[in-house]
């Protein structure tokens, strides 16, 4: 049985801010430059458009890196606002 993706954003408002806090991590001009590069990175052939084609380890690649990357960055930043008060 396949499992369905349950990864949904609480408040929709802010998918334009995560995808800019995704865009920021990677260092890509674009949120949508961020998957490719992070895909670049780890040897995934992800390209535009449908990509059935990628297994589930590597499509796990690719937001595991861009995942692990954005809670890194959260809690970077949120230090920094600590020793700011």
């Known amino acids: 049985m396949a499992r369905r993706n349950r990864n949904k954003i609480l408040i929709p408002e802010a998918r334009n801010g995560l995808d800019q806090l995704k865009a920021k991590v990677v260092q890509a001009n674009t949120p949508e430059d961020a998957k490719f590069e992070a895909a ?46």
């Not at 780890?42 to 990357?69: C, I």
């Open 40 to 85: 670049q990175e780890v040897g995934v052939p992800l390209k535009k458009g449908y990509n059935g084609q990628l297994t589930s380890e590597q499509a796990g690649k690719v937001g595991g890196r861009l995942g692990g990357s954005m809670v890194r960055e959260l809690v970077r930043m949120a230090q920094e606002n600590m020793t700011k008060r």
